[in-house]
Every structure is written in structure tokens, then in C-alpha cells.
């Protein structure tokens, strides 16, 4: 991830962007804020526990694909479990993915039921 890969860490707390003060911004409008057409950069004035200094850190944006996905498998010897953690445009073909996969790989023949997890959204 771009961020990660700057220098930001889980923790910093954001005070700017571009200058911009987010004091009393929203964690929505400030995500809004970060993004951007990829291969611009944004700078980021935060506050990192621990460190006295505020630290200024340039992320270059870029497209960031996320698979809705994130974990498919058996529960138990009858049990599918499908975790789906947003509604993406590929997100009906990505469960259908794990469901195919689960289908050839784990012998469906034998399964009584399978599980879909919604997270978010």
C-alpha cells in the first residue's frame, strides 16, 4: 500500500494534508482527501506517538485493488465459509471464484451448507 510504503504507520494521527488542517475533518472526508489520480502525491503532516516532532510524509497515490475476498475455506468437514468484506464491481465474480474453488478443491459433494460472511458495507 502507498501510504504503508511512505513511511505512514497504524497510530499516526493525520494533522494535515497538503496543508490542509484535518483537526475537525471527519475520517471519511479525510480518506476522500487522500485520494487522488495516481501518480500524484500528497503530503501528510502527522503526529506519530511517541516522537515529539511532527513528521511531513509524501505518498504517491496510485490505483490500489482490494480483493473483496479476503478468505475462503472449510469451517468444518461440511461447512464452506465465504468472507466477502465490501461490495466491489467484481465482487459477485470474486465469490463466485471462492465458490467454484471450494466446489472442485474440497469435495462439495459431501457439504450440507456454505457460509457468506458480509463484513462492512
Known sequence: MPAQES?????DRIL?????SMEKVETPDV???????????????????????ELEITIERRVIQINP??????????????ILNNFTQNAS?????AYNDLKQNKNMST??????????D
Open 7 to 11: 513511511g505512514l504507520k497504524a497510530g
Open 16 to 20: 494535515k494534508i497538503d496543508g490542509i
Open 31 to 53: 480518506s476522500e482527501k487522500l485520494k487522488g489520480a495516481a501518480g500524484t502525491e500528497v503530503k501528510v503532516l502527522v503526529q506519530r506517538p511517541g516522537i515529539d516532532e
Open 69 to 82: 475476498v479476503p478468505y475462503y475455506g472449510m469451517i468444518n468437514e461440511n461447512t464452506g465459509l465465504i
Open 93 to 97: 465474480r470474486e465469490v463466485e471464484k
Open 111 to 120: 457439504w450440507c451448507s456454505i457460509c457468506v460472511e458480509i463484513r462492512a
